[in-house]
Each structure stands twice: as C-alpha cells, then as structure tokens.
T-cell receptor, first 115, second 110 residues
Framework: DTEVTQTPKHLVMGMTNKKSLKCEQH?????MYWYKQKAKKPPELMFVYSYEKLSINESVPSRFSPECPNSSLLNLHLHALQPEDSALYLC??????????????FGDGTRLSIL | GQQVMQIPQYQHVQEGEDFTTYCNSS?????IQWYKQRPGGHPVFLIQ?????EVKKQKRLTFQFGEAKKNSSLHITATQTTDVGTYFC??????????FGKGTTLSVSS
C-alpha cells in the first residue's frame, strides 16, 4: 500500500478532452512532484511544488497545468494532449529539508492513454 | 547538463547468483538514492547515501557511495525471485532536483 494516493488509476481521453489527475498525501510532506514515465524509461520530472508554490517547471508544455490547492493535494490538469503524452504519470511527495535530498514517496500512478 | 549513467541496462541471473548495478555521475553529488520498481508498480525508495565512501546494508543488499561521491553501486547477494524489477539510482546536487539513472532491469530464473 502506498501513502500517496492517485486517481484515477487509468484514463483514456481524446486529444480535445480536458481531464485532471489528482494526488493526495497525508504524511505532512511539503514538497510534491509530478513525473512522467514512459515504458522501460526512468521517471522524468515535470513539476515540483514547495510549500504549495511551484518551484520547478522542467519546460513542460502548457497543455499540462499543475495546481496545488493545499498542502495535501496536487492536481495535474490536462488539455489538448497529444498521442506522445501517453504514459504513466507519477505523483510523489517528500519532506522539505533541502527537498531534493529527501526520500520521495511515490503513488501508484495514473496510466494515461491519448487516442 | 548533469547526467547519471547506470549500467547494465538489463541483467538476467539464476536464482542464488549475485547481482550488481553501477551508477556514475559526471559531477560530484550531494547524495544518491536508490529506488526499486516492480513490473507494473511504482518506484519505492530503498536507501539514501550521503557520505563519501559510505556503505550501507539491508539484508542481502549492499549499497556503496564512492569516495569522490561520483559513483555508487547496489549489490544483491544470492538473488531471489522477489528481487525482480528495475533498480534506479537517483542523484542530486544540493538544492537541485533528483536525476534518475536509466535503471537496471533484473530478471531472475528459478
């Protein structure tokens, strides 16, 4: 069982749809992350939030829009995605003491397919 | 930019054999972390190494951090079928995001 909960587990959407991925953690972590993982590849960092503020955006296309409503929740809003965006989207959280030096706890991920 | 190289990409062993994966960075790291991802699963944190020359053990797993803090290794003694998965090293410079190596996928036959 993971302490980081992601919904939905699977999502199929068309290129014109708008959908959102959700992530929740109750470990009191103040750093939260979105990663994209393609098959047989390592996780690729997309965004980092520290104290609910966006601290890192790894040049992600604007069709991906992150949101951190509070310290426990992280959303990723999707709009006009492309087929190459099909991947496993992982959320992670960590304590914030030199955030990048702290172990990250990953959710199970959302497996996204773009038709 | 900063890169973390990991070899081998794949390794197949017979149950009971040993296994090692190696990680190498072009720059000195502040720390290195190791994660395991089972097939169909998510990365799970195994350990973090911070000090130069550090060695840590978890049962059959031994983790090392090089003296120059540029390389690391994970060694599994007497592999079991439960060890299958992809092992990622992830390094960072202080205050920067983790950079994951490409991972080593371990398969074990009984």
């Amino acid at each position: 069982d993971t302490e980081v909960t992601q919904t939905p587990k699977h999502l199929v959407m068309g290129m014109t749809n708008k959908k959102s991925l959700k992530c929740e953690q109750h470990m009191g972590h103040r750093a939260m992350y979105w990663y994209k993982q393609k098959a047989k590849k390592p996780p690729e960092l997309m965004f980092v939030y520290s104290y609910e503020k966006l601290s890192i955006n790894e040049s992600v296309p604007s069709r991906f829009s992150p949101e951190c409503p509070n310290s426990s929740l992280l959303n990723l809003h999707l709009h006009a995605l492309q087929p190459e965006d099909s991947a496993l989207y992982l959320c992670a959280s960590s304590r914030l003491q030199g955030a990048q030096d702290q172990p990250q706890h990953f959710g199970d991920g959302t497996r996204l397919s773009i038709l | 930019g900063q890169q973390v190289m990991q070899i081998p990409q794949y390794q197949h062993v017979q149950e009971g054999e040993d296994f090692t994966t190696y990680c190498n960075s072009s720059t000195t790291l502040s720390n290195i972390q190791w994660y395991k991802q089972r097939p169909g699963g998510h990365p799970v944190f195994l350990i973090q190494l911070v000090k130069s020359g550090e060695v840590k053990k978890q049962k059959r797993l031994t983790f090392q951090f090089g003296e120059a803090k540029k390389n690391s290794s994970l060694h599994i003694t007497a592999t079991q079928t439960t060890d299958v998965g992809t092992y990622f090293c992830a390094g960072s410079l202080s205050g920067t995001a983790l950079i994951f190596g490409k991972g080593t996928t371990l398969s074990v036959s009984s």
